[in-house]
């Protein structure tokens, strides 16, 4: 019961964050202008969704570079004792983890501090995953919504219209039919973003307008409109879907691009190497290190599997994020090198004068 409460809340949440993105701040920004051009309403809405959040998380990010920078310098100085003591203890396992643990306390070193900031951003990662999808559900479904009621409209007036009254039933829902997907065509305007087509399809090969069961899917991480009938749904949108048969609704770019900046990212903000775990053989110790190395590119690889296969929204959300990141990331590590030479000046003056 616990579990399901649990997931009740999440879904609420989702749903809290998609009506923000989409009620209030993309309907805020559609109100300033008419025409968007290469760049669409929602992408700006997602850029300054994006920037907005960041700049709320920022003190975050700060402490999470300062605990790592620190976690660094601590882990310097105690590499000397721990080599010490592994040494001392040998196989003794429990007793190397007594003294590891007691090298620590003296230190104030923290080793669930060093994994807290990734949960932390994990969690962020995923309620606002959560949140774009819900907002991509409440865009497709009033685009639909709108679109099958126009199709409906000038379907029905055809076929009462006196003009079409000397033809056949065949022929007149015919022309019905064509005017419907006429109207439907002229009164579909998809919300791009420079190359993307549709930034609430993927950035990759499908059709720019999704299939009825693209369109109605649902499930862990989907943007599915329920109760929709996928037969209506493929009359009405047949049109637009051959219109766009064979097209690409993208080039892949945003997805290379967070591959890009999610590697560089990586590499910017390293991790402290982290002390053999007791009673480990050198041999261990090696596989733990490349196993270690192997999880720093788990989360560029998971990066691109979402950018791939989730809405080109959420992948601008993330090219955006990493874009921040990565920037910051250089910057903090330009700014402690240069705290850091000035610290090792003081202490080399310092010495030189003892």
């Given at each position: 019961m616990?579990v399901?409460n649990?997931?009740g809340?999440?879904?609420?949440l989702?749903?809290?964050?998609g009506r923000?993105?989409?009620d209030v701040?993309f309907?805020?920004?559609?109100?300033?202008?008419?025409?968007?051009g290469l760049?669409g309403?929602?992408?700006v809405t997602?850029?300054?969704?994006?920037?907005?959040?960041?700049?709320i998380?920022m003190?975050?990010?700060?402490?999470?570079?300062?605990l790592t920078?620190?976690?660094?310098?601590?882990?310097?100085?105690m590499?000397?004792?721990?080599?010490?003591?592994?040494k001392?203890?040998?196989?003794?396992r429990?007793l190397l983890m007594?003294?590891?643990r007691a090298?620590?306390?003296?230190y104030?070193?923290s080793?669930?501090?060093a994994?807290l900031p990734?949960i932390i951003?994990l969690?962020?990662f995923?309620?606002?995953f959560?949140?774009?999808?819900?907002?991509?559900r409440?865009?497709n479904?009033k685009?639909?919504?709108?679109l099958e009621q126009?199709y409906?409209?000038?379907?029905?007036?055809?076929?009462?219209?006196?003009?079409?009254?000397?033809?056949?039933t065949?022929?007149?829902?015919?022309?019905?039919?064509?005017?419907?997907e006429?109207?439907?065509?002229?009164?579909?305007?998809s919300?791009s973003?420079?190359w993307?087509k549709?930034?609430?399809v993927?950035d990759?090969?499908r059709?720019p307008i999704?299939s009825?069961?693209e369109?109605?899917?649902s499930g862990?991480g989907?943007s599915?409109v329920?109760?929709v009938d996928?037969?209506?749904y493929d009359i009405v949108?047949s049109?637009l879907?051959s219109?766009?048969d064979?097209?690409w609704?993208?080039y892949?770019?945003?997805?290379i691009?967070v591959?890009?900046l999610n590697?560089?990212s990586m590499?910017?903000?390293?991790?402290?190497?982290?002390p053999?775990?007791?009673?480990?053989s050198?041999?261990q110790a090696k596989?733990q290190?490349?196993q270690m190395k192997?999880?720093q590119?788990?989360?560029?690889?998971?990066m691109?599997?979402f950018?791939?296969?989730?809405?080109?929204a959420?992948?601008?959300y993330?090219?955006?994020?990493?874009?921040?990141t990565t920037?910051?990331?250089?910057?903090?590590?330009?700014v402690?090198k240069?705290i850091d030479?000035?610290?090792?000046d003081?202490?080399?003056?310092?010495?030189i004068k003892k």
């Amino acid at each position: 019961m616990d579990v399901i409460n649990l997931i009740g809340c999440f879904s609420q949440l989702n749903d809290a964050i998609g009506r923000l993105i989409y009620d209030v701040l993309f309907g805020w920004i559609q109100g300033w202008s008419s025409n968007w051009g290469l760049v669409g309403a929602f992408s700006v809405t997602v850029i300054m969704f994006t920037i907005f959040l960041k700049t709320i998380v920022m003190p975050f990010d700060v402490w999470q570079k300062q605990l790592t920078r620190s976690n660094a310098k601590k882990m310097e100085k105690m590499k000397p004792e721990l080599e010490k003591i592994t040494k001392q203890c040998g196989s003794n396992r429990e007793l190397l983890m007594q003294k590891q643990r007691a090298l620590y306390k003296k230190y104030k070193y923290s080793t669930f501090g060093a994994c807290l900031p990734m949960i932390i951003t994990l969690a962020i990662f995923f309620i606002v995953f959560g949140g774009f999808n819900s907002a991509v559900r409440m865009h497709n479904e009033k685009i639909y919504n709108d679109l099958e009621q126009i199709y409906d409209t000038a379907y029905n007036t055809t076929i009462e219209s006196p003009e079409y009254a000397s033809l056949t039933t065949a022929e007149k829902k015919a022309a019905a039919t064509k005017k419907a997907e006429a109207a439907v065509k002229e009164s579909y305007k998809s919300e791009s973003f420079f190359w993307t087509k549709n930034i609430f399809v993927p950035d990759n090969w499908r059709n720019p307008i999704p299939s009825s069961s693209e369109f109605t899917g649902s499930g862990w991480g989907k943007s599915g409109v329920t109760g929709v009938d996928a037969g209506k749904y493929d009359i009405v949108m047949s049109a637009l879907r051959s219109e766009y048969d064979g097209q690409w609704n993208g080039y892949l770019i945003l997805p290379i691009l967070v591959l890009l900046l999610n590697v560089a990212s990586m590499f910017l903000n390293k991790q402290p190497q982290q002390p053999a775990v007791a009673g480990q053989s050198e041999e261990q110790a090696k596989a733990q290190q490349t196993q270690m190395k192997v999880m720093q590119f788990i989360m560029p690889i998971m990066m691109l599997v979402f950018a791939l296969f989730y809405s080109a929204a959420f992948t601008l959300y993330m090219f955006v994020n990493s874009f921040i990141t990565t920037a910051f990331n250089l910057i903090f590590n330009i700014v402690t090198k240069r705290i850091d030479a000035k610290e090792k000046d003081q202490i080399l003056s310092s010495t030189i004068k003892k």
